[in-house]
């Protein structure tokens, strides 16, 4: 019996959750899996992060539901940052804190979208993006970057692909899956299309703001008449360490804050109590061991890159954040070593799992089929083994 809805049975499972659970199926039988899909810092949260969170239990005073949007001073302190560090004015009514990212950019696409609504994706893009407008109602319109543009997508494309139901347009910068971070300048061209669509609005993903390279982490939002116009997206998982913890937020004008506020209380209620408290230290503490792990992965994106571009046929952009590579393997797609033929990326991700002992994300799962996702938040050690069981197990394949 199939009973599920329309809209459930018309979306995927996580590819990257999914990865990571066969991935863990494949360790608990004994086998040594180097696991790079999924999005994960290796590294434990900063202790003052733990302590804050003990505190709040021992001083038992957080037991009770937490208000719908966040506790006040969790939420004055994340629209500060936003005033002190990324030149956007938000204030507390502008935030919504949630059980992650992802219900962050799941309550704004329930609060904003109708079925019909045209939503454009920048692509590659982050799994959950296409499935959540689906999940909507709502229509996805792919607009793709290209590895030879480091895979960044336009104004000019964006303009290209916004009609008269185009609602919003979403994308990550540093992004999940390429790594390729928009530059001011880049943003700003963006910023004049959408500003010319006066209803237009932008979903602009920064949860890996930290994990930048480059300088230059602009939010969107702090450009000339933008604010107006952009839901914020971040959380704490990934500059923090703290996937488990789930603790994402919004800051964005107030009717979508409130839309949001309106959808989280009848769906969750509110974020966890004790995780917020942890959440709290970060947001107003030392980012040091932020700072610590973000060279760790510098390093490791470079260990990665030279690695990759040794082994033949692989082709990959050189990406500026986050901790992802998103190589181009499809010069091995129809090859075969004789015993297997590698037809598509989920074969060669299987094949890679099965055989070399290595796990990794089809790159279909983010819109572009010719591309795997490599996550290099893995110890150097594990990522040099991984790159050697790659180039190991792919040179047979004529
Ligand atoms: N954002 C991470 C990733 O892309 C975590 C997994 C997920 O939520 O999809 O791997």
Redesign the pocket.
Known sequence: MNQLSDRINAIEE?A??AM?AKAREFKSRGIDVINL????PDFKTPQHICDAAKKAIDEGKYFSYPPVAGYPDLREALAAKYQKENNVPYKAENIVVSNGA?QSIANVMLALLNPGDEVIIFAPY???YDALVRLTEATPVIVKGTLENDFKVTAAQVEKAITSKTKALIFSSPC??TGSVFTKKDLQAIAMVVLKHPNLLVISDEIYEHINFTGDQTSIASLPGMFERTITVNGF?KGFAM?GWRVGYIAAPKWIADGSNKVQGQITSANCSISQRGALAAISGDLTPTHEMVKHYHKRRDIVYNLLKDIPGIKANYPQGAFYFFPDVSYYYGKSNGERTIKNGDDFCLFMLEQGHVSLVPGGAFGEENCIRL?YAASEKDLIEAMSRMKKALADFK
């Open positions: 996580s990257t959750l990571a899909s999924l999005g994960e992802k982050w799994v959950s999940n899956p998982a996937t996550s």
